[in-house]
């Protein structure tokens, strides 16, 4: 017997207040970084961590709408641009990593914000405080790819869904690359398009891309992989 429609939102709208939760607890570390510097270094960390959420929302929001629908033409037809707009904004989840360049460059660690916070103190607390936001953001972007790939499931089938999350996390490591080195974003795809298609020409042509995409993407199946393989427990109760 299966989950009833209503109780599997109720679970998502759950899930997705925990993880709102988690996303301003990282905001919090970015407030006490500020309040120790006295300067708003990294506020580019909140602003990622606010579009990780946004192909969370996508993913979730199909799930919702298409959910207890049955399966036909229609619907499969309604689950494309949903997956398609979800596939253009999953990058920006795990593109948080790359954030740790400005710690390794030390960009925001000049001169000490104290005497009682020296720079030792301060690089330490920027690792931890980068490491939250990058695995927060992660964690939500395999969250959405988890429920992207129910939705897919329900409307397309297992094995369209599994291909599609292979080429999705191929896909992103690009992703990340070309907002990393060309600086492009989502929302290019819609405001430059032209400029958009003349930097993956470009970076198709440079095997660093290759070379990083792959790197990611493995990165991404590893801890996908591990998350299903969590889901998949069965743990008796009690145990948990």
């Known amino acids: 017997m299966g989950i009833p429609v209503n109780a599997r939102g109720n679970k ?11 996303g301003l607890g990282c905001a919090l570390l970015y407030a006490l970084r500020v309040l120790i510097s006295g300067r708003p270094s990294y506020l580019y960390l909140v602003q990622n961590i606010l579009l990780a959420f ?7 929001l199909a799930a919702i709408l298409l959910s207890g629908r049955p399966r036909g033409r229609r619907t499969s037809l309604l689950v494309v641009p949903a997956a398609l707009l979800w596939l253009l904004f999953y990058p920006n989840a795990p593109y948080i990593f790359t954030d740790f360049i400005h710690v390794i ?5 000049r001169r000490a914000p104290s005497e009682l916070v020296g720079l030792s103190a301060l690089i330490w607390y920027d690792l931890v405080m980068n490491a939250a936001f990058a695995f927060i953001g992660h964690f939500i972007g ?8 129910s939705v897919m499931t329900a409307a397309w089938g297992k094995a369209v869904a599994r291909l599609f999350v292979g080429l999705a996390m191929v896909l ?3 992703g990340i ?3 990393r080195f060309s600086r492009l974003n989502s929302w290019d795809a819609f405001l ?4 958009v298609a003349n930097e993956v020409m470009e970076a198709l042509s440079e095997p660093m891309a290759a070379f990083f995409s792959l790197g990611f993407a493995l990165f991404i199946l590893l801890s996908y992989g591990a998350l299903a393989s969590f ?3 069965s743990l008796p109760p009690g145990d948990h």
């Not at 946004?54 to 979730?60: D, F, K, Q, R």
């Not at 395999?142 to 790939?149: E, H, K, V, Y």
């Not at 430059?192 to 400029?195: A, F, G, I």
């Open 12 to 22: 998502l709208i759950a899930f997705s207040a925990l993880l709102g939760l988690s």
């Open 54 to 60: 946004v192909p969370y929302l996508i993913a979730t």
């Open 105 to 109: 460059n030390k960009v925001y660690l």
């Open 142 to 149: 395999l969250a959405s790819m988890w429920i992207m790939q």
């Open 172 to 174: 992103a490591g690009f």
């Open 177 to 179: 690359y070309l907002g």
């Open 192 to 195: 430059t398009p032209v400029r």
């Open 231 to 233: 889901k998949r427990l």
